[in-house]
């Protein structure tokens, strides 16, 4: 694009949108949302954070990111700054994981894979057997035990293109790596590899959690890169056979000790009445997790580090918590949710960020209709910086346990596209999240919390 | 962000937006959207191109992006495919261009600089001179030939963070590479350093076009890298002094014949009223163009291989059309309007993608009060595509001449936040698109032609 007489026509036509009713709000919003785009530190923290490296429960990394987000929200001004002990599941992919093929001429072809997360491991032994191919995942019943017994099964569902909405993809072909290995495990199956969980095609396998059934045996599986399933495919659609073999150290630890990390802003008015806005800590162990979820994470220091820098004081205690384990136990979510039961906490509002750093365009609230109605009447003061899609619906799986006592849930929902190429693989690093971006979503949650803050929610 | 209960949740709030007004406008337009992103090629095309390199005017990887785009509308299904003549700026940078700070110690700095487009060459020789710092504009002529007589004038205007549409902030700052080598050269320095028209802070200098005013001489300038431009700030406020020295073998040749690439899709019932949808073809001699404009070219192509795969004829007729030379003299644009005056054809509407290849929130309108009321009535038909954004303004440098004919121009408004940062830069290659986000705004293009195109437009 040049700079022609066209784009001077074009910028005559930027009006501010002014929202008449609320011309104070507005300009409140305003200054928060420059004081991100202008001073705003997410992106210099979302750095330092991916330096450690991936952030699975359990590891040695997630320590280090504990401590690291613990100075990050005393730097942010946070009132008060503590560690939440909770219990996580520790899971370890172990070195050398391996699959591959053999057609009948016995060629070899090497995958890429990456184990799926909980999965079990093959204790470094190659577990092989015929490749049966599947990419329906409702015919698994009817084909039974006649097809599965002994056979590696390939769930090759990819996600469908033509949803706007690439959660209800991932949502939708997600069964395959969710209930895929119990289900070929009940008809016999030896192993499973599975499609990756990706919108694209490439050569980077995808990984993320399984969930076994306990009523059947705990096979191995693995996903499969992108470009891997669609050679498969291709060459089991001519009438290609293979024998697939499968190889990893895969080992289910259990259960440690682990941390919520969590700092506040003491309400002024009503300290009591907690709202919080958070992200999870915790990563796969691919990549550096950078949009899933150390956006979130930073997003949520930035609204303490916002509001503090700007000298505004809430009217409610605002909290930022870096959730732990949200990949695979939900243990930090659980132990949050505990906390404040046992303390008798009142939760008035929390939003989650852990959708990726993209731009925002809108929020999801899972709330009563009274609630709703007025969140709602806050929309306009949003759509000048592209906010636009404002609706009922789910929130983050960290704050949804909140649920159970009555809090009001909401969801930062960034624009979605390029999510699932990085998700839960190699590619999730912090040079593939914009500033711009992850800024703007910061600013966007800071200035709804604000406004929860000073107005408050009737649930 | 893992697939708990929450998530499930979320997806029951899924309801299709159903526009009851148009029930079949809108499923034609689901078809069209589920086609592209199903079976698309712009992706792959926009490959095929950056793989030629840049494509600056005049050169030869110019001449061959016209063949391949010549051969890719052939292939798209257009009735007729043709070469437009144009005439084109061609202009070359040259090898071995360098600029260098001296302190006054004696100490060297490399910079990583690029010569602006259209800009002077030193002939190989240093152009020295000690270094001014301005970061304003307005004040240059306050300054006048006092300050400036025999320097090396920098202009550091950075982007304005906290405007959320970026091109209003390249429009502001801006000012410095076009205006700048004149205005400095008018009082009298040697030469120009601008700070980058990028919204990042990285290594890469962006280039870009610079207009002489034929009144001053001719003085060589040349884009800093954002990185560059903090430093030399941060030593010159701490009181540091610099000599500047800048060479290259910048050369203007003048004139020569070029093409722009046009494919149509005759119209079945009025096929004299006209309906273009265009990008520009070449690039700036940096990167590969991918952003600017390879994805403005694809989607056109697109919207012609996505209507002809449907098997849907559009009532009026449908023209893709690639520009040539949009980036340093506009020269396709004019032929453009010269052969429709030429010919007395009757071109109703154009629509132009030349604001990256980012996901798609809206169009901007530059139109009649009627034809405006008229277009906005479809409005409803793309929210559920998160396309928001429905305006008056501006629509694109290579469409706008035609607004002489009394053309409806309209503008594709994609996501603008990474733009900046890869914008005539090294950076704007093939690797910086998504699939996805490239798809949908040729979706939503392909979409309003066809509404045009069935409906027609009160001028």
């Given at each position: 694009m040049s700079i022609g007489r066209q784009f001077f026509s074009?910028?005559?036509?930027?009006?501010?949108?002014?929202?008449?009713?609320?011309?104070?709000?507005?300009?409140?919003?305003?200054?928060?949302?420059?004081?991100?785009?202008?001073?705003?530190?997410?992106?210099?923290?979302?750095?330092?954070?991916?330096?450690?490296?991936?952030?699975?429960?359990?590891?040695?990394q997630a320590e280090k990111a504990i401590e690291l987000t613990r100075r990050m929200l005393q730097q942010a001004g946070a009132d008060k700054v503590w560690?939440?002990?909770?219990?996580?599941?520790?899971w370890e992919r172990g070195a050398g994981e391996t699959a591959y093929l053999v057609d009948s001429a016995g060629t070899k072809f090497t995958l890429r894979i990456s184990t799926l997360g909980n999965s079990m491991g093959t204790d470094g032994k190659d577990v092989c057997g015929e490749l049966l191919y599947i990419n329906r995942f409702d015919q698994v019943d009817a084909m039974g035990e006649k097809m599965l017994r002994d056979k590696i099964v390939f769930f090759d569902l990819p996600m469908n293109p033509t949803h706007i909405r690439t959660f209800q993809a991932y949502g939708e072909s997600g069964i395959a790596r969710r209930n895929g290995p119990s289900l070929a495990a009940k008809y016999g199956a030896r192993a499973v590899l599975v499609r990756s969980l990706a919108s694209n095609v490439d050569a980077y396998p995808h990984t993320g959690a399984t969930r076994y059934n306990d009523s059947f045996p705990k096979i191995p599986a693995m996903a499969l890169s992108t470009q891997d399933a669609e050679w498969i495919a291709e060459n089991m659609a001519?009438?290609?056979?293979?024998?697939?073999?499968?190889?990893?150290?895969?080992?289910?630890?259990?259960?440690?000790?682990?941390?919520?990390?969590?700092?506040?802003?003491?309400?002024?008015?009503?300290?009591?009445?907690?709202?919080?806005?958070?992200?999870?800590?915790?990563?796969?162990?691919?990549?550096?997790?950078?949009?899933?979820?150390?956006?979130?994470?930073?997003?949520?220091?930035?609204?303490?580090?916002?509001?503090?820098?700007?000298?505004?004081?809430?009217?409610?205690?605002?909290?930022?918590?870096?959730?732990?384990?949200?990949e695979n136990g939900g243990g930090g979510a659980r132990a949050y949710l505990d906390s404040a039961i046992a303390k008798g906490e009142k939760h008035v509002f929390a939003i989650e960020s852990d959708a990726g750093g993209f731009s925002p365009r809108g929020f999801s609230f899972d709330l009563g209709d009274q609630a709703y109605g007025q969140v709602k009447k806050w929309a306009p003061l949003f759509a000048e910086y592209g906010i636009h899609r404002w609706e009922r619906g789910g929130s983050g799986a960290d704050i949804g346990p909140l649920k159970k006592i009555g809090t009001a849930l909401c969801?930062?929902?960034?624009?979605?596209?390029?999510?699932?190429?990085?998700?839960?693989?190699?590619?999730?690093?912090?040079?593939?999240?914009?500033?711009?971006?992850?800024?703007?979503?910061?600013?966007?949650?800071?200035?709804?919390?604000?406004?929860?803050?000073?107005?408050?929610?009737?649930?």
């Amino acid at each position: 694009m040049s700079i022609g007489r066209q784009f001077f026509s074009w910028l005559l036509f930027f009006f501010p949108v002014l929202v008449q009713a609320q011309p104070a709000d507005s300009l409140q919003i305003r200054k928060i949302v420059n004081e991100i785009l202008v001073n705003g530190q997410a992106y210099q923290n979302l750095r330092d954070i991916c330096r450690i490296g991936p952030r699975l429960s359990g590891s040695p990394q997630a320590e280090k990111a504990i401590e690291l987000t613990r100075r990050m929200l005393q730097q942010a001004g946070a009132d008060k700054v503590w560690l939440q002990p909770c219990l996580v599941t520790h899971w370890e992919r172990g070195a050398g994981e391996t699959a591959y093929l053999v057609d009948s001429a016995g060629t070899k072809f090497t995958l890429r894979i990456s184990t799926l997360g909980n999965s079990m491991g093959t204790d470094g032994k190659d577990v092989c057997g015929e490749l049966l191919y599947i990419n329906r995942f409702d015919q698994v019943d009817a084909m039974g035990e006649k097809m599965l017994r002994d056979k590696i099964v390939f769930f090759d569902l990819p996600m469908n293109p033509t949803h706007i909405r690439t959660f209800q993809a991932y949502g939708e072909s997600g069964i395959a790596r969710r209930n895929g290995p119990s289900l070929a495990a009940k008809y016999g199956a030896r192993a499973v590899l599975v499609r990756s969980l990706a919108s694209n095609v490439d050569a980077y396998p995808h990984t993320g959690a399984t969930r076994y059934n306990d009523s059947f045996p705990k096979i191995p599986a693995m996903a499969l890169s992108t470009q891997d399933a669609e050679w498969i495919a291709e060459n089991m659609a001519k009438g290609k056979k293979f024998t697939a073999c499968l190889r990893n150290r895969a080992v289910m630890k259990g259960e440690v000790l682990s941390y919520n990390v969590i700092g506040e802003i003491k309400g002024s008015v009503y300290p009591e009445e907690i709202i919080s806005i958070g992200g999870h800590l915790d990563s796969w162990d691919l990549g550096e997790g950078a949009h899933d979820d150390g956006a979130g994470c930073v997003q949520s220091i930035e609204a303490l580090r916002a509001l503090h820098n700007l000298g505004i004081r809430p009217k409610r205690t605002i909290r930022a918590v870096m959730f732990m384990n949200e990949e695979n136990g939900g243990g930090g979510a659980r132990a949050y949710l505990d906390s404040a039961i046992a303390k008798g906490e009142k939760h008035v509002f929390a939003i989650e960020s852990d959708a990726g750093g993209f731009s925002p365009r809108g929020f999801s609230f899972d709330l009563g209709d009274q609630a709703y109605g007025q969140v709602k009447k806050w929309a306009p003061l949003f759509a000048e910086y592209g906010i636009h899609r404002w609706e009922r619906g789910g929130s983050g799986a960290d704050i949804g346990p909140l649920k159970k006592i009555g809090t009001a849930l909401c969801g930062l929902r960034p624009d979605s596209q390029r999510y699932f190429d990085v998700h839960h693989a190699e590619t999730d690093v912090f040079s593939a999240v914009s500033k711009r971006e992850l800024d703007l979503g910061a600013a966007a949650m800071t200035a709804l919390i604000w406004l929860v803050s000073e107005y408050g929610l009737t649930l």
